[in-house]
């Protein structure tokens, strides 16, 4: 495989220049620039408030210098809360080519649109010509979530994965899962498979963290999709999706925006710390997918029993379909039926075999489904964290 | 006659419940451990059914993992969802009520 070698020493799949809007009042701005651009390499992302967020910037910092990232185009109303300036000093400090848009001071919306073509132009002829080197398994960070699960994601997608990501990490690859929500129920086993008894003391108290939020909301991340789909209960939507770790040890526990210190198997927490606020943690499927890029990740394999379309700006999505059904109707979305399995039409292995070598492929530039149909979903809120404690990355002490 | 693959799967030897692969009409029959029995309802693909007869507050068992408690007494074969099964931990919601 080859990847982009960034001069900051890491290695993408993709050669994207994002247009970033930094407040809602330049979103029309930043996306007639990436629609005039008409280049599935300009890609739009954004935050929409205006109060000043640490969690937001620090996102944004992980998100405008990941791998998959050649060069930024910042776009900015001018009055906003948003530390534009601080961010910029990130992506510079990255080596990545970076100009900011200032509306109010480039004579509004026509002069700003014309202004961000010819800066995303003078990007992309900059990082056309970025050095495309070696690429290995163990430089991939693969994440991986479920949307839209039902009765088949835990029995045949889920699993499939898990096979993928021992085989992955077996190969020295960092693997991503996520929504410690999503995970009540399985505490007790996931704390077993901690590296350390300490690591299973935050793992743990990391779910109980998730469900003390989801009960202060009133509500488990539970869409009745789900129960349309023969899910009865969180815990068991929960057990379905835990399926996606695998059986590997669990190297460490990380936040949105950490990135993991080497290859191995990693728990994302991303319930907010201190009191409930803002809302539920994170409100759709693509607002996961957005911290799993921020920790890194160079690709999603995102598991689907009722039938999600998405896709994402900046990673591509690898879409795995759990029920055969759904495969049927919506197989121009799909790039993985792992249904067959229900069907008798292979095993476990065999799927998670599929996923691991369209992985390889795709790492080394084969467009996905959501990729071809131009799905770029973004979306970015507000949230607030507690840097992670020792215990929770064993392997990086001293 | 073709051969199918079975209807429902047991996921671990410790779980009360079968999980469904390909749709079955009411009036199915289906053989749970030796005995024959006639669906009242039709079962579609991910749903589950009981694989004895329970009381109300046992435990459901999938993936040999509790997932939640029966809220009623539930007939050998019957389909377990959010009418006779609820959470252990959380409530889940519907587009028109909150349960």
């Known amino acids: 495989m080859k990847g982009y070698l960034r001069a900051d020493g890491r290695k993408g799949i993709r050669n994207v220049v994002l247009v970033v809007y930094l407040v809602e009042c330049a979103h029309h701005v930043a996306r007639a620039i990436v629609t005039q651009s008409d280049s599935p390499d300009a890609q739009l992302i954004g935050f929409p408030g205006c109060f000043p967020n640490e969690y937001s910037l620090r996102i944004m910092s992980q998100l405008c210098t990941h791998p998959n990232v050649g060069g930024v185009v910042l776009v900015s109303l001018g009055c906003e809360g948003f530390n534009r300036e601080a961010l910029s000093v990130a992506i510079e400090g990255s080596g990545r080519p970076v100009s900011t848009l200032v509306i109010q001071q480039n004579g509004g919306t026509t002069s700003t649109i014309e202004r961000g073509l010819s800066a995303v132009r003078d990007i992309q002829s900059q990082i056309d010509i970025v050095e495309r080197g070696h690429f290995d398994v163990s430089d991939l960070m693969v994440g991986t979530i479920c949307g839209g699960s039902d009765g088949t994601s835990g029995i045949s997608a889920n699993p499939a994965v898990g096979r993928c990501f021992d085989r992955l990490i077996a190969d020295g690859a960092a693997c991503i899962f996520e929504e410690t929500g999503e995970l009540i129920g399985c505490e007790t086993v996931m704390a077993d498979r901690a590296a350390t008894p300490e690591l299973g003391y935050e793992v743990r108290a990391a779910v109980e963290k998730a469900a003390r939020y989801y009960e202060t909301l009133g509500y488990g991340s539970f869409a009745p999709g789900n129960a349309e789909g023969g899910l009865s209960t969180q815990e068991e939507k929960s057990l379905g999706a835990y399926a996606k770790s695998g059986d590997s040890m669990i190297h460490g526990l990380i936040k949105p925006g950490d990135v993991p210190p080497g290859g191995g198997l990693y728990l994302l927490d991303i319930v907010p710390d201190g009191e409930p606020r803002y809302g539920f943690p994170n409100i759709s499927d693509n607002a996961e997918i957005v911290e799993l890029i921020a920790c890194g990740a160079h690709l999603i394999l995102f598991t689907t029993g009722r039938g999600s379309v998405v896709g994402s700006a900046i990673s591509p999505v690898i879409k795995i379909c759990a029920n055969p059904d759904t495969y049927r109707n919506l197989s121009d979305d799909m790039d993985i039926n792992a249904g067959k399995i229900l069907e008798g039409a292979a095993t476990l292995d065999e799927v998670g075999r599929e996923i691991y070598d369209l992985t390889c492929r795709v790492a080394d530039s084969e467009r996905t489904k959501s990729e071809a149909l131009g799905h770029q979903e973004f979306i970015l809120t507000y949230k607030t964290f507690e840097p992670i404690g020792p215990a929770c990355l064993p392997g990086r002490q001293g | ?99």
């Open chain 2, 1 to 99: 006659m073709e051969k199918k693959p079975d209807a429902f799967v047991l996921l671990h030897p410790g779980d009360n419940v079968f999980v469904c692969c390909h749709a079955v009409d009411a009036g199915s029959q289906v053989e749970i451990d030796g005995e024959t029995i006639v669906l009242t309802e039709s079962i579609e693909v991910g749903h589950k059914i009981a694989r004895q007869s329970l009381e109300s507050g046992d435990r459901i068992v999938k993936y040999g993992a509790p997932i939640g408690s029966a809220t009623r007494a539930v007939a050998r074969g019957e389909h377990i969802h959010r009418q006779n099964l609820a959470s252990d931990y959380i409530p889940s919601h519907t587009r028109d009520k909150d349960e």
